[in-house]
């Protein structure tokens, strides 16, 4: 079984550029997450989805900050214009609707801002 | 005051030595509890859940404490290849919250 898909694996851009990040849950997994993570730091929850409603997105800096998961399946997170203090891995999960069982995470987007 | 607190660590222990650290949680009302490991660079991995009456896998035990808000793992016969950080995780409304982690390296 495949399991979560990320890519890019490295992004390095400069402050004020957009960038993309992309998943892919695995397959029937209904549930979304995309996470951050700054070193040293346990990942950080910036947003979940339920297929493809936006259930919490509470933590989500939205100023600059966009995620769509429009077929309910794969998402992108998107970042513009980035900062620096964006730096860090951003991690998507996917789980069953009731994640008894925890999250799978995907290897995750190291993202440096220059 | 953060949902999940770990020690930080690092814990550096001999190869075959018992290592053991704990995580505290601030909601009561938490219903589920992971312990996963992250190696440098990588991905957390599911290492393993903790049930009430607390429960093995192999050479790690881990233990929940309702009443004192905190979980614990224990790892036994330490091996090289278990050095990594150890992320406390707990659930709340669907939320899987973590732990900053702990370290731990096994030398030889």
């Known amino acids: 079984e495949a399991g979560v898909v990320q890519s890019p694996r490295y992004k390095i851009i400069e402050k004020k550029q957009p960038v993309a990040f992309w998943c892919n849950p695995i397959?029937?997994?209904?549930?979304l997450y995309w996470y951050r993570q700054n070193l040293g730091q346990g990942p950080e929850l910036l947003i979940r989805?339920?297929?493809?409603?936006?259930?919490?997105d509470s933590q989500l800096p939205k100023d600059r900050f966009s995620a769509e998961r429009l077929k309910g399946v794969d998402s992108t997170l998107k970042i513009q214009p980035a900062e620096l203090g964006d730096s860090a891995v951003y991690l998507c999960?996917?789980?069953?609707?009731?994640?008894?069982?925890?999250?799978?995470f995907g290897s995750g987007t190291r993202l440096t801002v220059v | 005051r953060k949902e999940v607190e770990q020690d930080p660590g690092p814990f550096n222990v001999p190869e075959g030595a018992t290592v053991a650290f704990n995580c505290t949680y601030s909601?009561?009302?938490?219903?589920?509890f992971f312990w996963y490991r992250q190696d440098c660079r990588k991905e957390p991995k599911l290492l393993m859940s903790?049930?009430?009456s607390g429960n093995e896998d192999g050479r790690f035990t881990a233990q929940l404490n309702r009443a004192s808000q905190y979980i614990s793992l224990l790892i036994r016969d330490s091996k090289l290849s278990d050095s990594a950080t150890y992320l406390c995780?707990?659930?709340?409304?669907?939320?899987?919250?973590f732990g900053a982690g702990t370290t731990v390296t096994v030398r030889a």
């Open positions: 995780a707990v659930l709340n409304d669907y939320k899987l919250s």
């Open positions: 397959s029937g997994h209904n549930t």
């Open positions: 999960a996917s789980s069953p609707s009731n994640p008894t069982d925890g999250y799978t």
């Open positions: 903790v049930y009430s």
């Open positions: 909601n009561s009302a938490s219903q589920s």
């Open positions: 989805y339920e297929n493809e409603e936006a259930v919490d």
